[in-house]
């Protein structure tokens, strides 16, 4: 059982930056690709950028050049860095986890707010 635990969302201007954080306990935290997601409202929840323990990480084209992922296996916690925003990117952001053997493992975190608007 893996517990995650969201935080740093809010409201932004157009161009602005906000950083993420998703902080994971319960288990191995270097045994899961750490994911985010985000669902827009009427939208289906999409994948932004995940990271697997090895640091080799995937991004949506939508988000390329403007978010970076990192993990701290250390600390048990996934960042996602959030800049040039648009309004485009407002959603709730979850943090996912997916044991990188057992797929069928996966947690999600309750997710946060991000409202890109002027």
């Known amino acids: 059982q893996v517990q995650l635990v969201e935080s740093g969302g809010g409201l932004v201007q157009p161009g602005g930056s906000l950083r993420l954080s998703c902080a994971a306990s319960?288990?191995?935290?270097?045994?899961?690709?750490m994911g985010w997601y985000r669902q827009a409202p009427g939208k289906q929840r999409e994948l932004v950028a995940s990271i697997a323990n090895d640091g080799s990480s995937h991004y949506a084209d939508s988000v390329k050049g403007r978010f970076t992922i990192s993990r701290d296996n250390a600390k048990n916690t996934v960042y996602l860095q959030m800049n040039s925003l648009k309004p485009e990117d407002t959603a709730v952001y979850y943090c996912?986890?997916?044991?990188?053997?057992?797929?069928?493992?996966?947690?999600w975190g309750q997710g946060t707010q991000v409202t890109v608007s002027s």
């Open positions: 996912n986890a997916e044991h990188s053997l057992v797929h069928t493992l996966r947690y």
């Open positions: 319960g288990s191995i935290f270097r045994l899961y690709v």
